[in-house]
């Protein structure tokens, strides 16, 4: 099994690290917030029987650049980008505000073949409590303060909706200084989800212009404001199917997930 890295460089100057495995059709994987191509290599493994695996930092993280200011088409360009060094054409999954991002450059970009999204996560009724208005711009403060372990204990309890006091306790753990290293990144992917804007409605409209077939998954295990999300993106995509996953969270399973997009992306 063929394994290789790389990097591709953007026309505004930012270098995309990116590791590349296994054998057949291009798949990009693209994580969500606080992931890197790090947390990707797990998901990788045992889809590279089957695809020409491709996990990559997203800008600001790992071994990527960082061109300022940022914005959301910068990362689009970042996914076209690799789907013109794997060929042309790829396909791609993405794992929730990951998924969100799958669906921008599905919406713009020439080459997607399929996409696979897991869980995004977007406010579609009252079943969550809403994301503040400032959540972004509150998220842009404590990096500009240099509060980064503020800035992840903000989005895990405000974003994710964990309690504040598994988050107090997390704090003290070994892995919260990597979290703390992808801290500005954060508001990035509220960025992505569309959380610095007053209108937090579905791009609808956007979505119309994707024609590739999509498949819309969620864990039966994940809570009713999840699975309502993904109900009202399948239902709002051109072209998709939705499917929930047995017992399964947020955390999804790679054992599981992978029979899933092997199953969907290659039949």
Request: negative net charge; hydrophobic residues 40%; glycine residues 10%.
């Amino acid at each position: 099994m063929s394994r290789a890295g790389g990097t591709v460089t953007l026309t505004d100057g930012t270098t995309i690290v990116f590791d590349r495995t296994g054998e057949g059709p291009p798949l990009i994987l693209v994580g969500g917030a606080l992931n890197n191509r790090g947390s990707g290599a797990p998901y990788a493994e045992p889809l590279a029987p089957s695809f020409t695996v491709y996990t990559y930092d997203r800008r600001g993280r790992g071994g990527s650049g960082d061109t300022q200011p940022y914005a959301v088409e910068r990362e689009v360009e970042d996914i076209e980008a690799l789907i013109a060094e794997a060929g042309g054409s790829a396909l791609l999954f993405g794992h929730s505000s990951g998924a969100a991002l799958v669906l921008a450059a599905a919406a713009r970009t020439v080459g997607v073949d399929k996409i696979a999204l897991y869980e995004p996560p977007y406010n579609v009724d009252d079943t969550r409590t809403p994301i503040p208005d400032d959540y972004v711009a509150h998220l842009d403060e404590l990096i500009a303060q240099d509060r980064r372990g503020d800035a992840v204990e903000y989005f895990m309890v405000t974003g994710v909706g964990l309690p504040p006091e598994v988050v107090a306790q997390m704090r003290g753990a070994q892995f919260w200084p990597s979290l703390e290293a992808l801290a500005h990144t954060i508001a990035y992917d509220g960025r992505v989800m569309g959380f610095d804007k007053p209108d937090r409605s579905l791009p609808v409209e956007r979505w119309k212009a994707i024609a590739a077939p999509a498949l819309v998954m969620d864990g039966d295990a994940s809570p009713e404001w999840a699975r309502n999300a993904v109900r009202a993106v399948t239902d709002a995509l051109p072209n998709a199917e939705r499917r929930t996953l047995a017992g399964q969270t947020h955390e999804v399973d790679r054992a599981v997930l992978t029979p899933e997009l092997v199953e969907f992306f290659l039949g």
